[in-house]
C-alpha cells in the first residue's frame, strides 16, 4: 500500500472509530476509555495513540458543551466547579488510558 | 535485554496501566462521580434536558398541561382525577428532589443519603414515628373523595419520575428515589403541621422554673405579652365575633397546681440539647388580612396572605393553577401535596397565618419492670417498643428504640442525674390520623363562603387563623384545626407544665395516637374562635383573643406582636380613610417599620452615658430613625446589630445560673421580653449592657465593611447542599424580623409567598422568593428572586396560557 493509501485508510479508520467513540461515550462513562482505544488503535505509534486519546476527551468535552448549549445550560453547567473537574478529568484521563491499549496491541 | 522482550514488557505496563485505571474506575469509590459527571453520559448534564414528552398516556383521563412564562403549571381537563394526573407530573418534574428530601426527614432516612450530620435528626423523627402517624392518616382519607385525587396524584409523580432525566441533586448524591405513595402525600401535612405547632415552650420554661426560679421563669418566659392588639374584639373590625359560652368544659376550669408554687423539675440537658436542636423555628409565622365590601372602593372584598417560612432553593411553595369545569384554582401548595393551600378560586381567595394554639403536652410516668412498663391510673401498662435500624451513609447503622404509650411517642436522652427529667411521653395531635386533605380539597371546589366553612369542619391540623373573601361579598376569619380540652380529674387544665401521666392527669379524650381519634374531648368547632363577618381583620400571629373572653384554654403563648400592633394600626388607618384598594393593601404588605425602635427607645437613652463621643453620633443616627428598615439606611443596620449584641449580652449576663451543659442561648427571651427587664438581669446594670452592645454592633459593622443596611440585607437563599451553583443570587432587600415586609437574613426566612387577592374580578397579584422549576438549569430556576426582594408582583390569573407541554391521553395511545 502507499504511503498516501496507508494515511487515507488510517484517517477513515480513525473518523468511524471516532463516531463509534462518541456512540459508547454517550452511554456509559467506560466509553471515553473504549472511545480513546478506537481512535488510538488506527494510529502510527503508540504515543500518537495516546495523543489521539486525549484528543477524544476534549471532544466529548466539546460535545457535551454543544448539548448543554443547545438546552440553554451550558452557563449553569460552567459554574458547577466541581463536577466540571470531574469531567474534564475523566475526560483527559479516560481518552488517554484507553489511548495506551495501542501500546499494548503492538 | 532483547528488543522482543523489552517489547513485551512495554506491553505489559501499559496494559497493566490501562486495566488498572479502567478497573479503578470502575470498582472504586470515583464510580459514583464518573456516573454522575462523565462528558456525554453523566447524569448531571442529562439532567439540562427535562423537557417531557409531548403526549402521554394516562388511565386517568385527558387533560393538557402548559406551562407559562413564570414555569407555572396551568392544567385542565374534565376529569379531577385527570387533572391531578398532570399535577403529580408537574410536581415529579420540576421538585422531585425536595420532596423526597423532606420525606426523608420526616421518615428518620436522611442519614442513609446524607451520612452522620443528621443521626440526630433521624433519631428524633424514627422515634416521633411521624411515618407511622402518616399511614394512619393515609387510612382514614382513602376512602373519602380525595382518596382517588391523592393516588392519581402519585400516578403522576411517579410517571415523571420514570420518564425524566433524574435530578442534578440525586446525581450529587448518588441515589435513585423510589416511588411516592399516598402516604407521602400526608407525610407531607405532618411535616408542615410540626413546623407550625410543634413546640417545648413547656419544657424549656420547667427547667427555667427549676433552674432559676419561678419568678424569673414567669418574667423571662411569660405567657401573655402587654400589648392590646389581639385579632379578635377589634372596635370596628371584629367586636361583633359571637363569643363561645364554653359548653364543652363542664366541670369548671382550674389549674390544680398554683403555677407560682408547685416545684418543677428541669428537663435533662441532653433531652433538651436534642429537643430544642430538633424543635420548629420560633419565628414560622405570617402576615393575613382581609378589608370587607363596605370600605373597599369596589365594593367588594380584598384579602392578602405571606406566610413566613424558610426561605430556600428551590422555595417551600409550589405554584399551580388547576382549571377543572366546576372550579379553577391557583396558588401554592407544598411540593408532593396535590391541592392548592394557599390561594383562590373563581369564587374566593384565602389564606392562612399560624395561630400558636397548644396541641402538644408532655406527661412523665411512674414505671417499673426497668423501665418497661409504666402506670396509667389504676393499671400498669407496658411501653410498645420496636427497633429499628437507621441507615448511615459512610458510618455504621444506628439501631433505635421506637417507645410509646397512651399518649402518643415516648422520647428520652441520656441520663443527667436524679434531678433531671430524662424520658417524656409527647401526645401531638398531628400524631392521630387527620383529614386536613379534605379540608383543603373542600376549599379548592368552594362555591361560596358557606362551603368553606364545612370544610373546615375537616381541617383538623395544623391549628391556623383562616382568611377568607369571597366573589359574593363574604369575610371570613376561623381559627382552624383541633385543639385539646386537657382534664385533670374531670376540670379543664392548661396544658403549660409536664403532666402526671400515671395518674392520668392532663389528658385528651376522644385522642387517638397513630389512629383514628374521635375528637369528642376536644373544643368544639363552633367554639373556635372565628368572626364569620368581619369588617376587616388582621392577622400576623399576635395574640387571638383575650383569655378573658375566651372560656377554653388555647395557646401556651403567642408570638411577639410587633407586626400585630403595626397591622392594626395601619389597617385603622386605611379603613378610616375608605375606599380602599388592592395598592392600599400591597402597599401594607411592603410596610417596613420596625415596631422594636419604639420598644428599646428606653434601652438605647440608657446607652448612651457609656457610649464613646463617635458611638453617640452613631447612637443619634438610631434615635432619629423612623423606624423604617430600608435598604439605604444606616440606622437600621446600627439597630438590628445591637439588638443581636443586646441579647448576647443578656445571656452572658443572666442566664450563667443554668446548668453548664446547657445552650444559654435556647432559653434567651423574645425580644418584646429582652426590652422590658431591668438592671437585676445585667451585670453591672442595664446600660453598661446596652452601651457596650451598641459599640460590638458598631465593630462588627466596621469589620464587615458595611455601609448600610442593605449591605448585610441581602437575601441569602440557599440550596440544602450549600453548592455556589446551587444557590440563589444575593439581592439587598427591605425589612426585617420585625416588619410586615419580611424578611430574616440570620434565619433565612420570611415572607414565603405573597398574594393580594381583590373580589372585584380584576387580576391578583402574587410573587415567590425565588422560581417555580427546581430544576437548576432552568431559566425560571430565580427569576421571581429579585422582584420578590424589591417587593414586586407578577399577575396570578387562572387562565389556559402559555406552551402546551404535556397532552395526558386517555386510553392506551401514547
Known amino acids: 500500500m502507499t504511503p498516501g493509501g496507508d494515511r487515507r485508510n488510517r484517517w477513515i479508520a480513525t473518523a468511524l472509530a471516532l463516531v463509534a ?37 476534549v471532544l466529548t468535552l466539546a460535545a457535551t458543551a454543544a448539548s448543554l448549549s443547545l438546552t440553554g445550560g451550558l452557563d449553569t453547567a460552567l459554574a458547577m466547579t466541581r463536577p466540571l473537574g470531574v469531567a474534564v478529568g475523566a475526560a483527559l484521563v479516560g481518552g488517554a488510558v484507553g489511548g495506551l491499549v495501542r501500546g499494548v496491541v503492538g | 535485554m532483547t528488543e522482543r522482550s523489552g517489547d513485551t514488557t512495554r506491553r505489559a505496563l501499559l496494559a497493566a496501566v490501562a486495566g488498572g485505571a479502567a478497573a479503578g474506575g470502575f470498582l472504586g469509590p470515583v464510580r459514583g462521580y464518573l456516573s454522575a459527571f462523565a462528558p456525554l453520559s453523566g447524569g448531571v448534564w442529562d439532567a439540562a434536558d427535562d423537557d417531557p414528552p409531548l403526549r402521554i ?68 423523627h424514627v422515634r416521633m414515628d411521624f411515618g407511622t402517624a402518616a399511614d394512619a392518616t393515609w387510612d382514614l382519607v382513602r376512602d373519602t373523595e380525595a382518596g382517588p385525587l391523592v393516588e392519581a396524584y402519585c400516578d403522576g409523580v411517579n410517571r415523571a419520575r420514570a420518564d425524566l432525566p433524574t435530578p442534578v441533586e440525586f446525581e450529587l448524591l448518588d441515589y435513585e428515589p423510589g416511588p411516592w405513595t399516598p402516604a407521602d402525600v400526608m407525610l407531607a401535612e405532618k411535616q408542615i403541621a410540626w413546623t407550625l405547632t410543634g413546640s417545648f415552650r413547656t419544657l424549656r420554661k420547667e427547667t427555667l422554673r427549676a433552674e432559676l426560679g419561678a419568678d424569673a421563669a414567669e418574667e423571662l ?18 367586636d361583633d365575633w359571637e363569643v363561645p359560652d364554653g359548653d364543652a368544659i363542664r366541670g369548671g376550669v382550674s389549674d390544680p397546681d398554683d403555677a407560682s408554687s408547685r416545684a418543677s423539675t428541669a428537663t435533662g440537658p441532653d433531652l433538651g440539647g436534642w429537643l430544642t436542636g430538633m424543635e420548629p423555628p420560633a ?68 389564606g392562612f397565618t399560624n395561630a400558636g394554639c397548644d396541641v402538644i403536652d408532655f406527661y412523665e410516668y411512674e414505671t417499673r419492670a426497668d423501665g418497661a412498663e409504666y402506670r396509667h391510673g389504676d393499671a400498669w401498662r407496658s411501653f410498645e417498643t420496636e427497633r429499628r435500624t437507621i441507615e448511615v451513609a459512610g458510618a455504621p447503622d444506628r439501631d433505635v428504640t421506637v417507645k410509646k404509650s397512651v399518649h402518643g411517642a415516648v422520647l428520652s436522652a441520656g441520663a443527667g442525674g436524679d434531678e433531671f427529667r430524662d424520658e417524656l411521653g409527647v401526645a401531638w395531635t398531628g400524631l392521630s390520623a387527620t383529614n386536613a386533605t379534605n379540608g383543603i380539597l373542600g376549599i379548592n371546589r368552594s362555591r361560596d363562603a358557606e362551603d368553606v366553612d364545612e370544610a373546615l369542619r375537616e381541617f383538623d391540623e395544623p391549628t391556623q387563623c383562616f382568611v377568607y373573601t369571597g366573589r359574593d361579598g ?125 420598644h428599646y427607645l428606653p434601652v438605647l437613652e440608657d446607652a448612651r452615658s457609656g457610649l464613646s463621643d463617635d458611638a453617640r453620633d452613631d447612637l443619634d443616627t438610631v434615635l432619629d430613625w ?13 439597630f438590628v446589630h445591637f439588638l443581636d449584641a443586646y441579647e448576647g449580652r443578656f445571656v452572658a449576663d443572666a442566664l450563667g445560673g443554668l446548668d453548664g451543659r446547657r445552650d444559654a442561648s435556647a432559653y ?13 438581669w445585667f451585670e453591672p446594670d442595664r446600660a453598661s449592657a446596652a452601651a457596650d452592645a451598641f459599640e460590638t454592633a458598631r465593630d462588627r459593622i466596621e469589620s464587615e465593611g458595611w455601609e448600610t443596611y442593605g449591605d448585610y440585607n441581602r437575601t441569602a437563599i440557599d440550596h440544602p447542599f450549600d453548592q455556589s451553583f446551587l444557590n440563589y443570587s444575593r439581592y439587598p432587600t427591605d425589612g426585617s424580623a420585625a416588619t410586615l415586609f419580611n424578611f430574616r437574613v440570620e434565619a433565612g426566612a420570611g415572607s414565603s409567598w405573597r398574594q393580594i387577592c381583590p373580589q372585584d374580578g380584576t387580576t391578583s397579584r402574587c410573587i415567590l422568593p425565588g422560581g417555580n422549576d427546581g430544576n437548576v438549569y432552568s431559566d425560571d430556576y430565580d427569576n421571581q428572586l429579585r422582584r420578590w426582594a424589591n417587593g414586586e408582583y407578577k399577575p396570578m390569573d387562572r387562565s389556559m396560557r402559555g406552551d402546551p407541554a404535556v397532552r395526558f391521553v386517555g386510553g392506551d395511545d401514547e
Request: proline share 6%; charged share 25%; glycine share 12%.
Open chain 1, 21 to 57: 467513540g462518541l456512540g459508547l461515550a454517550s452511554v456509559h462513562w467506560l466509553g471515553l476509555v473504549a472511545g480513546g482505544t478506537l481512535v488510538a488503535l488506527p494510529q502510527r505509534t503508540w504515543p500518537r495513540g495516546v495523543a489521539a486519546g486525549v484528543a477524544f476527551g
Open chain 2, 57 to 124: 398516556a394516562s388511565d386517568h383521563g385527558d387533560a393538557t398541561l402548559r406551562y407559562d412564562d413564570e414555569a407555572v403549571p396551568r392544567i385542565g381537563g374534565d376529569d379531577e382525577t385527570a387533572i391531578y394526573f398532570a399535577a403529580g407530573y408537574a410536581h415529579g418534574a420540576d421538585r422531585l428532589f425536595q420532596m423526597d428530601l423532606q420525606r426523608r426527614q420526616m421518615r428518620g432516612r436522611l442519614s442513609a443519603v446524607v451520612g452522620e450530620a443528621t443521626v440526630d435528626s433521624d433519631r428524633f
Open chain 2, 221 to 238: 418566659m411569660p405567657n401573655r405579652l402587654d400589648h392590646d392588639a389581639a385579632i379578635l374584639d377589634r372596635s370596628g373590625a371584629t
Open chain 2, 283 to 350: 419565628w414560622a409565622g405570617s402576615n393575613s388580612w382581609a378589608v370587607g365590601a363596605e370600605h373597599t372602593e369596589s365594593g367588594d372584598p380584598i384579602m392578602a396572605n405571606d406566610p413566613h417560612l424558610s426561605l430556600m432553593a428551590p422555595p417551600v411553595w409550589y405554584e399551580q393553577v388547576l382549571r377543572h369545569d366546576d372550579y379553577q384554582v391557583r396558588g401554592v401548595t407544598f411540593p408532593g401535596v396535590p391541592f392548592v393551600i394557599i390561594g383562590e378560586n373563581d369564587r374566593g381567595a384565602w
Open chain 2, 474 to 598: 363574604s369575610v371570613r376569619y376561623r381559627v382552624t384545626g383541633r385543639v385539646p380540652v386537657r382534664r385533670t380529674d374531670g376540670e379543664m387544665v392548661p396544658g403549660t407544665r409536664v403532666f402526671d401521666g400515671s395518674a392520668r392527669a392532663g389528658e385528651w379524650a376522644g385522642y387517638t395516637p397513630y389512629g383514628e381519634s374521635s375528637w369528642e374531648g376536644f373544643i368544639p368547632f363552633e367554639e373556635m374562635p372565628h368572626d364569620d363577618d368581619p369588617d376587616y381583620v388582621g392577622t400576623a400571629n399576635q395574640r387571638i383573643v383575650d383569655d378573658a373572653d375566651y372560656p377554653y384554654y388555647l395557646a401556651e403563648d403567642y408570638s411577639e406582636p410587633f407586626r400585630g400592633i403595626r397591622l392594626w394600626n395601619r389597617l385603622d388607618g386605611i379603613v378610616d380613610r375608605g375606599d380602599v384598594t388592592p395598592t392600599d393593601l400591597r402597599d401594607l404588605q411592603r410596610d417596613v417599620h420596625d415596631g422594636r425602635l419604639e
Open chain 2, 626 to 638: 423612623d423606624g423604617e428598615a430600608e435598604r439605604n439606611a444606616r440606622a437600621p443596620l446600627l
Open chain 2, 668 to 680: 434567651a427571651p423574645n425580644q418584646w421580653v429582652l426590652a422590658t427587664l431591668g438592671d437585676e
